[in-house]
C-alpha cells in the first residue's frame, strides 16, 4: 500500500470523485491558481481546467449558496472553506438553506454537496480562525460532519462524502496535512460514513476521540502502557453525524471507563451528546464518572504558549486518564 | 502585468469621478497635492515627522519578518511594507475625535495611530507585555485608548463596526468620523454592502478606505472582481467615491481630509478607493511566486516606493537632508531591533491567565450580576 499524506489522500479523493462525475466540481477561494492555501488542490487546476477547479472571490456567503443552489439542480459541488472558520460569514446558506431544503419541501429536493476545508486550532493564529465547528454542524439535524483523522480515511470518507446524496461538512485539519499513512490505490475506496474505526485495542479504559485528538489519545494510550501497566482501547469516531453508537457502547462495556478527548470548546461540545448516550445506554456498566478532555473554555489564544495548554495535549489528556483508573 | 493593470485605469477612473463625485470631496483637480490646504499647512518640522513614521512603520515589519524567519513568530504575519503612505497619511489628517479599525494587515495602522513598537513586537511573540496580553496576535491588535479599534481577522467583518462606530459617535453627538480600511478582496464580501446601505440610508459618517494593492491573497483584482473601479460600488447607495494613488502621502492626506469634513459637516459616508502595492507575500508563509512576477514587484518599488517618493519631496521641499534621512532610518532600525529584544526578553503568558478578559463580570466579580456556572473546562490550579 503506498504511503501518502493526508493532503495527498485528498487530493486523490477529489480528483478521482471529479473525473468520475461530471457534476462534481470544486470551488472555493485560492483553489485553482494558487492550488489551495494548503496546496491540496495542487495539479488539479492543470488536470481538469477552469471549468471543474474555480477560483472564487472572497464570498463565502454567495459561493455557499451558490454551491447549495447547484446541488438542488443535481450537481455535486464541494465547496473549499479556507477555514472552516470562515464559513461563519455564510451560517445562514449551510444552516438554513443546505440544512432544511430537503425537509422543508417534504422530500422534493436534496442537496447533494459537499464543505470542507481545515477545523483546528493549534496554528496561533487566534480566536477568529480556530474553531471546530462539528458541533454546531451535527446539532442541525439535515447536515452530515466528518472529522477523518487518518490519511486512509481523508480519501476513503471524502469520497463517501461527495457520493452522498445529503450536505456533508467534512472537517480537515492543518495539522494533519502532512501526516503520512497507507492508502489503498483504489478508484472505489469508500469509507462509509457513521462507522467508527478501532484504533488501539485494549482493556482497562476507552478513550474515544476524533480529528487530531486521536493521535493524541494513541500517545496517552502508548504512555499508559509503558508507563502505568494499563491497556487503553481508543475509539476514532470519524463521524460525528452519523455517529456510531454501538461501537462506542461495545467499548465502553469492555473497558468500564471513558475519557472522551475533543477539541471542541466543553459546553455543548460533541462529548456531551456522547456522555449523555453512555450513561443512558450503558449506565450499569460503568465503573467511574465519565471524563472528558476539551480545548479549554476561553476564545483560542493567540500565544503559542497558551494555546499549547489550551488544546487538548498529552499531559492533560494522562492526567484525566489517570484520575478514573 | 495584471496585478497592475489597476494602476493604469486610474486617470480614466478619475475623469469619471470629477463627474459623479460631490464636490466637497474632489474640488477641483489638483494635480500636485503639496498645494492643497491640508499640506501646505504642514510645518516642516511636522512634514519629516510623516517620513519618520512609514521608516519606522518599514522597520518594524522588516524587524518582526526577521524575527518569524527566527522562530519567535508563528501563525500568520500580514506585512504591510509598500502601502506606508497610507495609513500615515490618513491618520495624520485625523482630529481627536475620530476613530479607525482595520482588517488583519494592521501593524501600519497601529504604529501610525501611537502605538509603540514594543506593545506590538510583544504582541507578535505572544508576550503578556503585548497589546492584548498575546491573546490577540498580529491580526487583532487593539489600542481604544487611542481610538484604535482593531485589528480583525475575518475578511469585511470590520466594515459593518465601522458603520456602529459612526453610528455611536453621531448618537452621542460627537463631530468625528470613522476611517475603516479595507483591501480590495474585502470589497467581495456581502456585510460591506449591508453597511454601505446603511451609511447612506442614516447618514453616518463612515469612510470606506479600501486599500487596493492589487491582490486578495494570489487572485488578482482582475480575477476576483468585476466592475472598475472598486469605489464605484459607493455608487449605487449614493455614496461619495473617489479613487487616489496610496504612493503620494500628500494625495492620501488631501483625499481623506475632504472625506473627513464631508462626514464631519454633512455626516455622510465616503468611500475612498487607495491604489497601493504590497511588496511581499500575502502573510510570510506565501512564497509569493504563483501569481505575479518579481519584476512587477520590483517595477513598483522603482517607480512608487512611498517612502523614496516622498523623502525626494522633502528633500526638495529643503526640509530634509540625505544625511537626516539617514539618522531617521538608522533611529527606526534602532527602535525595532530594541522591540525585538524586549519582546523576546519578556515573559509569556501563564495558563491561568487564559480566563481572564472573557467575560467583563468574571474579570469584575465584585460587580457580578448574573449567576450560575460560567465555564465548563478551566486550567488546574
Ligand atoms: C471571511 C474570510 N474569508 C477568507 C479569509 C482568508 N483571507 C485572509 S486575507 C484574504 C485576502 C484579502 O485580500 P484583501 O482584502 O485584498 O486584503 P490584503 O490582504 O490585500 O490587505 C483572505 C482570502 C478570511 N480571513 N476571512
Ligand atoms: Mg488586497
Redesign the pocket.
Known amino acids: 500500500m503506498p504511503l501518502i499524506t493526508y493532503r495527498e489522500a485528498l487530493n486523490q479523493a477529489l480528483s478521482e470523485e471529479i473525473a468520475r462525475d461530471s457534476n462534481v466540481v470544486l470551488m472555493g477561494?485560492?483553489v485553482a491558481q494558487f492550488k489551495g492555501?494548503y496546496k491540496v488542490s495542487e495539479g488539479m487546476l492543470e488536470n481538469f481546467g477552469s471549468d471543474r477547479i474555480i477560483d472564487t472571490p472572497?464570498s463565502?456567503a454567495a459561493f455557499s449558496g451558490l454551491g447549495i443552489g447547484a446541488a438542488m439542480m443535481g450537481m455535486r459541488p464541494v465547496v473549499e472553506?479556507?477555514?472552516w472558520?470562515?464559513c461563519?460569514?455564510a451560517f445562514d446558506q449551510i444552516f438554513n438553506n443546505a440544512a432544511s431544503v430537503r425537509y422543508m419541501s417534504g422530500g422534493l429536493i436534496n442537496v447533494p454537496i459537499v464543505f470542507r476545508g481545515p477545523a483546528n486550532g493549534g496554528t496561533n493564529v487566534g480566536a477568529?480562525?480556530s474553531h471546530t465547528p462539528e458541533n454546531f454542524a451535527a446539532n442541525t439535524p439535515g447536515l452530515k460532519v466528518i472529522c477523518p483523522a487518518t490519511p486512509a480515511d481523508a480519501k476513503g470518507m471524502m469520497k463517501s462524502a461527495i457520493r452522498d446524496n445529503d450536505p456533508v461538512c467534512v472537517m480537515e485539519n492543518t495539522i494533519l496535512y502532512n501526516l503520512q499513512g497507507d492508502v489503498p490505490e483504489d478508484n472505489d475506496l469508500l469509507v462509509p460514513l457513521g462507522k467508527a474505526r478501532l484504533a488501539m485495542e485494549g482493556n482497562d479504559i476507552s478513550i474515544i476521540a476524533h480529528g487530531r485528538s486521536v493521535h493524541t489519545a494513541m500517545e496517552v494510550a502508548e504512555t499508559l502502557s509503558e508507563k502505568h501497566n494499563v491497556s487503553a482501547e481508543v475509539l476514532d469516531l470519524r463521524s460525528i453525524r452519523p455517529l456510531d453508537v454501538d461501537a462506542i457502547i461495545e467499548t465502553v462495556r469492555k473497558t468500564n471507563r471513558v475519557l472522551l478527548v475533543d477539541e471542541n470548546k466543553p459546553f455543548c461540545g460533541v462529548g456531551a451528546q456522547i456522555s449523555f448516550l453512555i450513561q443512558d445506554r450503558a449506565f450499569d456498566y460503568l465503573d467511574a464518572p465519565i471524563k472528558r478532555v476539551s480545548a479549554i473554555d476561553a476564545p483560542q489564544a493567540y500565544s503559542k504558549v497558551l494555546e499549547n495548554y489550551q488544546i487538548p495535549n498529552h499531559d492533560r489528556v494522562l492526567k484525566k486518564a489517570l484520575e478514573i483508573l | 502585468m495584471e496585478g497592475l493593470y489597476h494602476d493604469t485605469d486610474l486617470e480614466k477612473s478619475k475623469e469619471e469621478i470629477s463627474s459623479i463625485q460631490n464636490e466637497s470631496i474632489e474640488g477641483d483637480e489638483v494635480r500636485s497635492f503639496s498645494e492643497t490646504p491640508i499640506n501646505k499647512s504642514l510645518d516642516s518640522e511636522e512634514r519629516v515627522r510623516l517620513f519618520s513614521q512609514m521608516m519606522r512603520i518599514r522597520r518594524f515589519e522588516e524587524r518582526s519578518l526577521r524575527a518569524y524567519q527566527q522562530g519567535h513568530i508563528g501563525g500568520f504575519l500580514?506585512l504591510y511594507i509598500g502601502?506606508e503612505a497610507v495609513a500615515v497619511g490618513a491618520v495624520s489628517v485625523m482630529s481627536e475625535d475620530d476613530h479607525v479599525i482595520t482588517?488583519?494587515?494592521d501593524h501600519g495602522h497601529a504604529l501610525a495611530v501611537g502605538m509603540n513598537m514594543d506593545e506590538c513586537m510583544a504582541e507578535l511573540l505572544g508576550k503578556k507585555t503585548g497589546c492584548s496580553k498575546g491573546k490577540g496576535g498580529s491580526m487583532h491588535f487593539f489600542a481604544p485608548d487611542k481610538n484604535f479599534w482593531g485589528g480583525h481577522?475575518?475578511?469585511?467583518?470590520q466594515t459593518p463596526l465601522g458603520l456602529g462606530i459612526a453610528y455611536a459617535l453621531k448618537y452621542k453627538g460627537t463631530k468625528g468620523a470613522c476611517l475603516c480600511f479595507?483591501?480590495?478582496?474585502?470589497?467581495n464580501?456581502g456585510p460591506f454592502y449591508e453597511s454601505l446601505n446603511l451609511a447612506s440610508l442614516w447618514g453616518l459618517p463612515v469612510i470606506y478606505v479600501i486599500?487596493?494593492?492589487?491582490?486578495?491573497?494570489g487572485?488578482a483584482e482582475s480575477r476576483h472582481s468585476a466592475g472598475e473601479p472598486l469605489a464605484r460600488r459607493g455608487e449605487v447607495f449614493d455614496v461619495n467615491w473617489s479613487v487616489h494613488h496610496g504612493h503620494d502621502l500628500y494625495e492620501v492626506r488631501a483625499a481623506v481630509h475632504d472625506a473627513l469634513t464631508l462626514a464631519r459637516t454633512e455626516s455622510k459616508p465616503s468611500v475612498l478607493e487607495i491604489i497601493t502595492y504590497?511588496y511581499r507575500g500575502?502573510?510570510v508563509a506565501d512564497p509569493d511566486q504563483t501569481y505575479r512576477s518579481k519584476e512587477e514587484i520590483e517595477e513598483y518599488k522603482k517607480s512608487k516606493d512611498p517612502i523614496s517618493l516622498y523623502k525626494d519631496i522633502l528633500i526638495k521641499e529643503e526640509c530634509l537632508t540625505e544625511e537626516l534621512a539617514q539618522k531617521i532610518d538608522q533611529s527606526a532600525k534602532e527602535e525595532a531591533d530594541a522591540s525585538a529584544e524586549f519582546a523576546l526578553a519578556s515573559p509569556n503568558p501563564d495558563p491561568s491567565e487564559l480566563m481572564d478578559d472573557i467575560y467583563w463580570e468574571t474579570d469584575n466579580p465584585t460587580d457580578r450580576r448574573s449567576e450560575g456556572t460560567m465555564f465548563f473546562e478551566c486550567p488546574e490550579t
Open positions: 477561494e485560492e492555501s472572497i463565502e472553506f479556507m477555514f472558520s470562515f461563519y460569514v477568529t480562525h | 500580514h502601502q482588517a488583519y494587515r481577522g475575518i475578511v469585511g467583518g479595507m483591501g480590495d478582496g474585502a470589497t464580501q486599500e487596493n494593492n492589487g491582490y486578495s491573497m487572485t504590497r500575502h502573510s
